[in-house]
């Protein structure tokens, strides 16, 4: 069983900042890619970033310069640095991750977080 646990949403004001945090736990022998997907409320959900096990990182357009990933693989985490928030931004966040996981073999999984949400006042 694993799962990811995300933290750090909230309501915050146009311009503001906030974090966010998912961390995968669980019978996990590796992680391939992690990232952060929104839905706000009629719209599909929508990738905003992704970072590779080794660092590389892709941005939606509409949040480059103002959103930052991360990652800790010693801690199986990864991190969403949001600034400049706009209004627009409002949405459910999840974020997401390719596991392979140990059970009698290893197999790839691909899991994602219960959502945070985000709410930017104008």
């Known amino acids: 069983q694993v799962q990811l646990v995300e933290s750090g949403g909230g309501l915050v004001q146009a311009g503001g900042s906030l974090r966010l945090s998912c961390a995968a736990s669980?019978?996990?022998?590796?992680?391939?890619?992690m990232g952060w997907y929104r839905q706000a409320p009629g719209k599909q959900r929508e990738l905003v970033a992704t970072i590779s096990s080794g660092g590389s990182t892709n941005y939606r357009d509409s949040v480059k310069g103002r959103f930052t990933i991360s990652r800790d693989n010693a801690k199986n985490t990864v991190y969403l640095q949001m600034n400049s928030l706009k209004p627009e931004d409002t949405a459910v966040y999840y974020c997401?991750?390719?596991?392979?996981?140990?059970?009698?073999?290893?197999?790839?999984?691909?899991?994602w977080g219960q959502g945070t949400q985000v709410t930017v006042s104008s």
């Open positions: 997401y991750a390719e596991l392979v996981v140990v059970t009698t073999t290893l197999i790839a999984e691909d899991c």
């Open positions: 669980g019978s996990i022998f590796s992680i391939n890619a």
